[in-house]
């Protein structure tokens, strides 16, 4: 399955944006899967930015996303956003999205994920 993202851009600090995934397979729903949003600065590792265990409706964020970012998914499944709020230069990033069939041993290990999209720039900038 072949993610794709959209949705990133230039913004100002404390500004918003939504990035999505969508698969490019027809008919395919994220139900039974592990989705997460990931991001890599440059000279940076790949760190996981949240998580939705979608089985469960149990979504996991790290630290510095908690309270600003949101994970979710459309009615059918079919699309994963990732809303950011409140945005910082410290968020500028390519931002990836991930996802795994059923359980991940750890969401926040990009090992974990089976499919990748492209990624989608985010520039936090004044």
């Known amino acids: 399955v072949q993610l794709v993202e959209s949705g990133g851009g230039l913004v100002e600090p404390g500004g918003s944006l939504r990035l999505s995934c969508a698969a490019s397979?027809?008919?395919?729903?994220?139900?039974?899967?592990?989705v997460a949003w990931f991001r890599q600065a440059p000279g940076k590792e790949r760190e996981g930015v949240a998580g939705?265990?979608?089985?469960?409706?149990?979504?996991l964020y790290q630290d510095s996303a908690k309270g600003r970012f949101t994970i979710s998914t459309d009615r059918g499944m079919r699309t994963v956003y990732l809303q950011m709020n409140n945005l910082k230069p410290e968020d500028s990033a390519m931002y990836y999205c991930?996802?795994?069939?059923?359980?991940?041993?750890?969401?926040?290990?990009?090992?974990?994920?089976?499919?990748w999209g492209q990624g989608t720039q985010v520039t936090v900038s004044s």
């Open positions: 991930a996802a795994l069939w059923r359980y991940a041993y750890s969401w926040k290990d990009p090992s974990s994920y089976d499919h």
């Open positions: 397979e027809r008919g395919f729903t994220f139900a039974d899967y592990t």
């Open positions: 939705y265990i979608i089985m469960d409706g149990v979504t």
